[in-house]
């Protein structure tokens, strides 16, 4: 480039106007802004002392509302304000105009004052005439009271009076009694000792008829025991079939036979109470309503309601066993199971334990002790020993005789004491 084409003459000039205008620019935005901040510094030292004077307002409106509280107490939580205003809580350290309203109306429902009243001035103005009134009455009532009392004073003089007049009555009257008391105890004190001896007289007699009736009664009890074990006895006789048959009397019938087999059916059976083992004596009906013995057999198969016995002896060979002969058991009745009592000496084969499991096989059950309920007795042998009692003088025989229980030696039934 030509040397003369050189330096700011040959520069365009809107380029010198460019930084000219952006100067004078940033400086005038820097005097506004730097006014601005003179104008807030302002605002901030208006709004200081604008918010200490509200600080002061509000610290002075709290003291007041706390002792407004204090003399009013009903201290509540305020509601929130119709309006939203931020970082806002309602108070609830004061008195809230709602709990004083309640207050005010419980005073005035107490003091009848009219709902219409709602001024603090105008409450306590209809209060105080209401106390007034109250005050009248109050008066009225005092002066009603002394009334009272002074005709009470009065009558309880009267009453006085009276009460002196009486009591003098009354002493002369407890004098005329102490008299007539003394008369009456010098009387009762005679007839006191005169009633004792009749009571001692009387607790005698009546010791000697407690004795008698104590003694009459023993006696009594002692008889009433008999017979109530004699009438036990004898009930029980009634009631039950004896225990030892007689021949005429069948336990059972023949209902069938084979005299080729030596079989016979007999019409009881299981239900009846027969058992497998036991011993029957056949019998056949003669003339003039007796029987006749014919042979021995015994049950070797038991049904329901009837037994098949098989023929263990015959008297007579050419009289076997035929149909409507009988059996029967001297141990046996049908349906019916005795108590038996074992009396004396039993030995084997037919100990008494063997006899008891006998019996009780066929439905009988064996005591241990003599009682009126026994139905039989079984004696056995003579007990050995040098200072024995006979089995005949023994308490169970003679209890056994006296309440009629039916007397059976063992040999009488030992062929039916098989099982």
Known sequence: MDPRQRGIAHVNIFWCLVPIVLFFGAVGYAYVKHTEADENKVAMLAAK????????????????????????????????????????????????????????????????????????????????????????????????????????????????????????????LEGNVQAEQRRIDSTIATQSRETQDLRDKVTTANAARETAIKDSQAKLAAKAVELRNLHAAAQRRADLVKLINSPDEADGVVTGSSPTTGFAWIGIGAKDGVKGGMTFRFLEPVKGGTFKAKGHGVVIEVKHDQAKVKVT????????????????????????????????????????????????????TVLAKMSPSVDLVVVGRENVGEEVTPLAETDAYKQAAGWDIEIAPLYKIRDYLKL
């Open 49 to 172: 002392v604008k918010e200490g004077h509200a600080n002061k307002v509000r610290v002075e409106r709290e003291n007041q509302l706390d002792s407004l509280t204090e003399t009013l107490g009903n201290p509540g939580a305020y509601s929130a304000p119709m309006v939203a205003i931020a970082n806002y809580t309602p108070p609830n350290q004061w008195t809230t105009v709602k709990k004083l309203r309640d207050v005010f109306a419980e005073f005035k429902l107490a003091m009848a004052i009219p709902g219409s009243l709602n001024k603090l001035d105008d409450v306590l103005g209809a209060a105080r005439q209401t106390l007034t009134a109250k005050n009248d009455s109050v008066g009225t009532l005092a002066k009603s009271v002394a009334d009272v009392r002074g005709q009470r004073d009065a009558a309880q003089r009267s009453v006085t009076d009276t009460q002196n007049t009486l009591n003098a009555k009354i002493g002369e």
């Open 313 to 364: 002896s015959l008297l007579n060979d050419k009289n076997p066993i035929v149909r409507n002969d009988i059996v029967t058991n001297e141990l046996f009745t049908p349906g019916l199971s005795r108590n038996v009592y074992l009396l004396g000496r039993f030995s084997t084969p037919l100990s008494k334990p063997e006899i008891k499991k006998i019996l009780e096989k066929m439905g009988h």
